[in-house]
């Protein structure tokens, strides 16, 4: 058996066959195993931004109501493990190596057929299905898609319902250039008579889903129409057909978070009759108790992390600044990757203490692909070393992997 880092170097071995979305692939192997995702009951989440969070506030919910809750989230913030976790506690490595173990022979056989080895994302897929069906078989999972939804790995699954958080320009090179296409992508996540559950998207986006849903026969409910928050001082009140809540409070972050939340109270209530421990004690607790590492974190009293690594994520951003810290002076850094949409962000970070730098991973931006007029830093650690001791808050955003990294300098450096 393979120790625990010979088998993470075996996983991201497989990062280099790349991303080719094939069922095909995926399914021979599932077939071989048994086909584990049909072995416990999932959710399935889409959308541009919001799914992690989403994800997070359902698994608290359902945790605290007493079920076994599986999540399967993508990429990690601190350890590779915690893309596979049950009640909030990641594969522990002894399981991880367990479950690599037992389903490595298929990946070596399927590599010798026709459709060639799994990517990374589909092996880890099939780790976390088997992980939820048979190491430690879960009473729900809810599934995080890695890009899109129709032609995602994780859409082999058959969901008691989908949840789609938000449509906005994200990954437009493998998913398309205008919102209708971006949208029919996760639209393709809708099952046949499944629930569709809506955030509040432009209606060009809208429009799609109907299309899609009407199609397939599967109820929609969307965001601001069929349910909806109402925001008070330092709390909200969410109001559904399904049930009505008042005076929420919440965990994470910022005013897009309560519309998170409200995709999640909304899906818990259509599952209550087939989860009926999911009470208004449940909801309450579990908005509460929350957690997402790296989203509208603060680390520090005055270092705040947020992987806002498109336009729509740094508007959520600012929009959480001006209503959680609107008396504090802001200084941000920022590094993202080269496919993204650094000009459509920077311009909206246009105006405030901006630095530039870049960070060690694939395909980051170089600070020589930054505009000159931008101040720029060479490395981060010298740019948190201004944050002692200071009334300022002190923002670190862009790429999540670039969030990730400054996490483990910050939190590690405070280890003994």
Not at 45 to 65: D, E, M, P, R
Not at 94 to 107: M, Y
Not at 278 to 307: C, H, K, M, S, Y
């Amino acid at each position: 058996m393979l120790s625990y880092q010979e088998t993470l170097q075996a996983i991201h071995s497989h990062k280099a066959n790349g991303h080719r979305p094939d069922f095909k692939r995926l399914n021979w192997i599932l077939d071989k195993l048994g086909r584990p995702q049909a072995g416990f009951p999932s959710l399935h989440i889409v959308g541009t931004n919001g799914k992690g969070s989403t994800t997070a506030l359902l698994q608290a919910i359902f945790t605290t109501a007493g079920y076994k809750t599986g999540t399967f989230t993508s990429p990690f913030i601190t350890r590779f493990n915690e893309r596979i976790a049950i009640d909030g506690q990641p594969i522990s490595d002894k399981e991880l190596v367990e479950v690599f173990d037992l389903v490595q022979p298929r990946f070596d056989q399927v590599a010798e057929t026709e459709f060639g080895s799994l990517t990374e994302f589909e092996l880890v897929t099939v780790l976390a299905f088997l992980y939820f069906e048979r190491i430690k078989p879960v009473d729900i999972a809810i599934i995080e898609a890695g890009i899109g939804g129709r032609f995602d790995s994780t859409n082999v699954i058959n969901p008691l319902a989908t949840i789609c958080t938000s449509i906005g320009y994200d990954h437009t090179d493998t998913l398309g250039e205008r919102l209708a296409d971006i949208a029919w992508q996760k639209a393709g996540a809708i099952k046949p008579a499944k629930p569709i559950v809506l955030g509040q998207v432009p209606l060009e986006a809208q429009t799609v889903f109907e299309n899609e849903a009407k199609k397939l026969g599967a109820a929609l409910y969307q965001a601001g129409c069929d349910f909806q928050v109402k925001d008070r001082e330092d709390s909200f009140d969410f109001m559904s057909p399904q049930g009505n809540l008042e005076n929420l409070s919440l965990s994470l972050m910022g005013p897009h978070q309560r519309d998170n939340a409200a995709l999640a109270l909304e899906t818990a209530l259509l599952l209550q009759a087939v989860f009926p421990k999911l009470d208004e004690e449940a909801f309450r607790i579990g908005l509460q108790t929350a957690t997402w590492p790296g989203r509208g974190e603060l680390v520090r009293p005055n270092i705040l992390l947020d992987g806002a690594h498109n336009p729509q994520g740094i508007g959520a951003l600012l929009e959480l600044l001006e209503t959680d810290f609107p008396n504090s002076s802001k200084h941000f850094l920022f590094a993202g990757l080269k496919r993204k949409d650094l000009a459509g962000m920077l311009e909206l970070l246009d105006g405030q203490d901006l630095t530039i730098t870049s960070f060690d991973f694939p395909g980051a931006a170089e600070l020589a692909d930054y505009p000159d007029y931008f101040k720029k830093i060479e490395d981060f650690r010298d740019w948190l070393s201004q944050t002692q001791d200071s009334q300022a808050l002190y923002v670190v955003t862009g790429s999540l992997y670039f969030i990730s990294q400054v996490r483990h300098f910050l939190l590690d450096k405070e280890t003994p």
